[in-house]
T-cell receptor, first 117, second 114 residues
Framework: AQSVAQPEDQVNVAEGNPLTVKCTYS??????LFWYVQYPNRGLQFLLK??????LVKGSYGFEAEFNKSQTSFHLKKPSALVSDSALYFC???????????????FGIGTKLQVIP | EPEVTQTPSHQVTQMGQEVILRCVPI?????FYWYRQILGQKVEFLVS????????KSEIFDDQFSVERPDGSNFTLKIRSTKLEDSAMYFC????????????FGQGTRLTVV
């Protein structure tokens, strides 16, 4: 069975400081990893994904995520936080061994990011 | 930028009533999904739909639920007789394929069963 954990319900960071939103995963095979963001009254917006290749993945709005196989982590990062980054962030995983598509994606519970001016 | 749209944004219904949640997926997408998120819990997969039929469904998607693509643009989720525990945020999503491209999600419909 696959799973994903987001250990922090909320992350607070001062504007201009670097931010990290943590995610760890568990799959039987190789992971296909995603980050989505949800702004108030909006749907889940895709930020970035990792399938294979460079461990550091760059995505939308200046975000990046680092895949660490030994620690089974896929933490989301941004060098300098903006107030407009305040939102709910979801990590998600799919086992590449699964032949199915998005029906096989498991989401985390979400982490609320609050950027303080 | 193309987007998935859902209506209504908030629906309040009495227990036992039928509700229909509506979604307009991105026009060239072929795969459609419904997910739900009960307050404070994880986003959970309900059902996927391809080529005018259900391709997979979770154990949550029981006989009370049904999906339909009544025309070329809409994708609906029907709950026949709502229960209190059906209260949740329901997300529609679509993707071009099932394996290699990410899904795009709508803004969600908050269903409140009273």
């Amino acid at each position: 069975a696959q799973s994903v954990a987001q250990p922090e319900d909320q992350v607070n960071v001062a504007e201009g400081n670097p931010l990290t939103v943590k995610c760890t995963y568990s799959v039987s095979g190789n992971p296909y990893l995603f980050w989505y963001v949800q702004y108030p009254n909006r749907g889940l917006q895709f930020l970035l994904k990792y399938i294979t290749g460079d461990n550091l993945v760059k995505g939308s709005y200046g975000f990046e995520a680092e895949f660490n196989k030994s620690q089974t982590s896929f933490h989301l990062k941004k060098p300098s936080a903006l107030v407009s980054d305040s939102a709910l962030y979801f990590c998600a995983v799919r086992d590449l061994l699964n032949s199915g598509g998005y029906q096989k994606v498991t989401f985390g519970i979400g982490t609320k990011l609050q950027v303080i001016p | 930028e193309p987007e998935v749209t859902q209506t209504p944004s908030h629906q309040v219904t009495q227990m036992g009533q039928e509700v229909i949640l509506r979604c307009v997926p991105i026009s060239n997408h072929l795969y459609f999904y419904w997910y739900r998120q009960i307050l404070g819990q994880k986003v959970e997969f309900l059902v996927s739909f391809y080529n005018n039929e259900i391709s997979e469904k979770s154990e949550i998607f029981d006989d009370q639920f049904s999906v339909e693509r009544p025309d070329g643009s809409n994708f609906t989720l029907k709950i026949r007789s709502t229960k209190l525990e059906d209260s949740a945020m329901y997300f529609c999503a679509s993707s071009f394929d099932s394996m290699n491209t990410e899904a795009f999600f709508g803004q969600g419909t908050r269903l409140t069963v009273v």
